[in-house]
């Protein structure tokens, strides 16, 4: 099997680890042909803009697979409907929709204030998230894609434990040998951020006060502390890199000795992006073996 990723330069390339990355650039449509010659499993984003702005052109780009001979199509669900995400379950590809929940890669959004100040601004510390290292969603999208016995089946990733911001920056000062300071944000500082950042006006809303992790709680909110998630129609919970083993017939109880990646121990890992000026591509969030998964149907 050979994983080609897509870049916006027209050139191909190798990157350091040596893959080729063909050119193509998704809010083109036009421009993928070439890239998708030979393709039989495609996985999509549902972003192409600045601040996450959705992609508008999964039709046309699941028009062009369709031509190549792409027979498998996975998409990440982003918490709402995205036109990418209503075009593949509208197609007529053995379609599978992964749904992470908080990527790991988040917390990188925190190195800066922690290398100049050893601080981390946030509302809501004590909400709970099952955050997922992206090397685990895309186990699952590997199997999904090169497997059958996935179309039209959507699968829930999460990490091995739920955590509150606090836990998150306590793990991290662990990891560097110096405390972190956590200063909570309220309702109001944090939108002056969002938008000082660029928010557009209607994204930059803060989390429904219903949703489990808010300071007002939930319904659910007791759930949601035990798992870290809320499960919405999923076909499956897999955590981890146990959800490759999952997605196999009778593998439901994960692999043994192959654990999912979790937080403390990735910032154990990457520390270094932590406390210098290295390069986000050194990303602070990479592997270990914590002990075997556990994959809830």
Avoid: C
Wanted: no cysteine.
């Amino acid at each position: 099997m050979v994983v080609s990723p897509l870049g916006r330069s027209r050139k191909r390339r190798h990157d350091r680890a040596g893959v080729e990355v063909v050119g193509g650039d998704l809010t083109d449509p036009a421009s993928l042909a070439p890239a998708l010659r030979g393709v039989s499993g495609l996985h999509l984003i549902t972003f192409g803009g600045a601040l996450f702005a959705p992609l508008e052109t999964g039709e046309a780009i699941l028009a062009l697979a369709k031509e190549a001979g792409v027979r498998r199509v996975t998409v990440p669900h982003g918490g709402g409907d995205t036109p990418v995400e209503s075009a593949g379950r509208a197609s007529d590809f053995a379609w599978t929709v992964v749904m992470p929940v908080e990527f790991m890669a988040n917390a990188l959004e925190w190195a800066p204030g922690i290398r100049s100040e050893g601080v981390v601004r946030e509302p809501y510390v004590d909400r709970l998230s099952a955050m997922v290292h992206e090397a685990d969603i895309g186990a699952v999208a590997a199997v999904a894609l090169t497997e059958d016995g996935h179309g039209g089946r959507e699968y829930l990733v999460t990490g091995p434990e739920a955590l509150t911001v606090r836990d998150r920056t306590a793990a991290i000062g662990a990891a560097r040998g110096a405390d972190v300071e956590l200063v909570e944000l309220t309702e109001e500082q944090a939108l002056e951020n969002w938008r000082g950042q660029g928010m557009p006006e209607g994204r930059d809303r803060v989390p429904d006060r219903r949703l489990p992790g808010h300071p007002a709680g939930g319904p659910d909110r007791l759930r949601h502390g035990r798992e870290g998630h809320r499960q919405v129609g999923a076909d499956l919970r897999a955590v981890g890199r146990g959800a490759r083993a999952a997605l196999r017939p009778g593998g439901l109880t994960g692999s043994p000795g192959v654990g999912p990646r979790s937080f403390p121990g990735a910032v154990r890992r990457r520390r270094v992006v932590l406390e210098t000026d290295a390069p986000e591509s050194a990303a602070m969030l990479t592997t270990r073996r914590p002990p075997p998964p556990t994959v809830e149907p």
